[in-house]
């Protein structure tokens, strides 16, 4: 099977009023035909932007330029369960991705691998695909632990029903997260590549999952990221709230 599309994912985590999340959604709409050969794009804003930047964005939405994703989603359809959102609300907004098991919501919300197996079944049926997320704590490589924890974190959470086309993995050093630090590429090439083993022994069309690297991704350093083997795109933090920053990682690819 051809390698995947390479994948550029902006997870805007909790930034942007209405007037930033509609001027860089627009910013990076604009710029996307010039990269679409080489990227698809998808945006994640704040729950409380996604109606805006759908709207915003409807025609660049249908033309399959750019996507829009969740951050997270509760694991129930609906209920009592104040301040979060549900799966098919981000289907019915236009959305057609969800982060899952984000280490800051595995870290801040007490959230382990049997909650992010919920939450990503419950987008699959919600029409969404799960991006979910594993990483290995900086204690946990220096005690080189890292390929066990990715491996465990995989195995708790892929949703059974998954196949090439309906989820994506992110592979996020917390460590890496925010901290301007990356692994060597030779250690992201060896968590991908033991990534890439374990989905082609689970799935039948395991080569074909998206493998996206997060952590510090820059227009710096996306090109040599984005060039290994099993890397089939990145999920962006701070990078992806500047338009030209994350329009230049997609052209990197
Ligand atoms: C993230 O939070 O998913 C992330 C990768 O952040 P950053 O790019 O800022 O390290």
Known sequence: MAAPKTLIAGNWKMNGLRADGVTLAKTVAAGAPGVSAKADLLMCPPATLISLVANTLAEALRHGLVSIGGQDCHHEVSGAHTGDVAAPMLTDLGC???????SERRTN???D???VWQKAVAA???GLIPIICVGE???ERDRGEALDVVRRQINGSLPDAAKAANVVIAYE???AIGTGRTPSLDDIAEVHDAMRALLTDRLNDGDGVRLLYGGSVKPGNAAEILALANVNGALVGGASLNAEDFLAIAAAA
């Open 109 to 111: 919300h007490s959230e």
């Open 113 to 115: 691998d049997p909650m």
């Open 137 to 139: 704590t900086e204690e």
């Open 96 to 102: 057609g991705y969800v982060i899952v098991g984000h």
């Open 124 to 126: 699959q049926l919600a």
């Open 173 to 175: 050093p917390i460590w």
